[in-house]
């Protein structure tokens, strides 16, 4: 049985920084795209990055690129989400996702669509 599991949130100020981990079990995820999304209260989820099994990554949103950076711990089966200059917008739970193995997800093409696995989240809390 896959299973993720998010870490790392927490409440911080403005300006501050954050790094989330999702650590799976019952799949390796060096070996698939793993994403990140998120939740405003209020707002629909979406994609936020995304890494593909050969360690390109993806952001999907203007207003991340350059405070945020996917990565890969190989030896702790753990997918990282840094996050420096945090801004009160970016307030939302935040879920790692991956797509179950027999579908074969690789590349971060439409990750959104396609990540079936999902963890429970994590709360990300920025205060101005």
């Known amino acids: 049985q896959v299973r993720l599991v998010e870490s790392g949130g927490g409440l911080v100020q403005a300006g501050g920084s954050l790094r989330l981990s999702c650590a799976a079990s019952g799949l390796f995820l060096g070996y698939y795209a793993t994403g990140w999304f998120r939740q405003a209260p209020g707002k629909e989820r979406e994609g936020v990055a995304c890494?593909?099994?050969?360690?390109?990554?993806?952001y999907s949103l203007d207003s991340v690129k350059g405070r945020f950076t996917i990565s890969r711990d190989w030896t702790k089966n753990t997918v990282h989400l840094q996050m420096d200059n945090l801004k009160p917008e970016d307030t939302a739970v935040y879920y790692c996702?991956?797509?179950?193995?027999?579908?074969?997800?690789?590349?971060?093409?439409?990750?959104?669509?396609?990540?079936?696995?999902w963890g429970k989240g994590t709360l990300v809390t920025v205060s101005s």
């Open positions: 890494i593909s099994s050969g360690g390109s990554t993806t």
């Open positions: 996702a991956t797509a179950e193995p027999h579908l074969g997800l690789t590349t971060c093409s439409d990750y959104d669509v396609h990540m079936d696995v």
